[in-house]
């Protein structure tokens, strides 16, 4: 089946660790996002990726990390530096950057 | 700042009734539009993408777009229980380097059977 694939699907974070969230997709898309949701709050870009080995910051990118080594594969870190990173992180990825986007399942993170 | 409003809602409509879910924007270089589903505690779902003045209809569902009033809607005819969701509306403005969509924070549409 081909689809974007997130893990994990929740996840537990204690002050000052650095945790990486996983994305996966089988798809061949170019293009690859991270976004985050928060309670009542439109989905903020956090990072993009239009081809491996290139990212680009978005609108939210303090506090996170990203590495495009393999087209299929775009990780998101949490730093210990994200000061409030309690939130629904989604990942999508499209054809292009001009195409429509779609979204993997999405991890929650909760900072204990 | 590039913008796109909705209407928070709720919205209440019964079932069999037409939902009509309504998106402005700010952006005149917007071009390309979407809208996703997402229900409670999932991820969003694309279930429309409309690219040119005036209606695409699949099913169910109608998207509408207006250029000129930077407006853009969805219609849901026959609602059912099932399409109690938040609706996300989406632009994408082909001028800048990325393409990155612009959402809206929301429709929370209710169903009552």
């Known amino acids: 089946d081909g689809g974007i694939t997130q893990s994990p699907k929740y996840l537990f974070r204690k002050e000052g660790q650095n945790v990486t969230l996983s994305c996966e997709q089988n798809?061949?898309?170019?293009?690859m996002y991270w976004y985050r949701q928060d309670p009542g709050q439109g989905l903020r870009l956090i990072y993009y990726?239009?081809?491996?080995?290139?990212?680009q910051k978005g609108d939210i990118a303090e506090g996170y990390s990203v590495s495009r080594e393999k087209k299929e594969s775009f990780p998101l870190t949490v730093t210990s530096a994200q000061k409030n990173p309690t939130a629904f992180y989604l990942c999508?990825?499209?054809?292009?950057?001009?195409?429509?986007?779609?979204f993997g399942p999405g991890t929650r993170l909760t900072v204990l | 700042q590039k913008e796109v409003e909705q209407n928070s809602g709720p919205l209440s409509v019964p079932e069999g009734a037409i939902a009509s879910l309504n998106c402005t924007y700010s952006?005149?270089?917007?071009?390309?539009f979407f809208w996703y589903r997402q229900y409670s505690g999932k991820s969003p779902e694309l279930i429309m993408s409309?690219?040119?003045?005036g209606d695409k209809e699949d099913g169910r569902f109608t998207a509408q777009l207006n250029k000129a009033s930077q407006y853009v809607s969805l219609l849901i005819r026959d609602s059912q229980p099932s399409d109690s969701a938040t609706y996300l509306c989406?632009?994408?403005?082909?001028?800048?380097?990325?393409?990155?969509?612009?959402f809206g924070k929301g429709t929370k549409l209710s169903v009552k059977p």
């Open positions: 999508a990825s499209s054809i292009s950057p001009y195409n429509e986007q779609f």
């Open positions: 798809l061949n898309h170019d293009a």
């Open positions: 990726s239009q081809i491996v080995n290139d990212f």
């Open positions: 952006d005149r270089g917007s071009q390309s």
């Open positions: 409309i690219y040119s003045n």
């Open positions: 989406a632009g994408m403005n082909y001028g800048g380097s990325q393409g990155n969509l612009i």
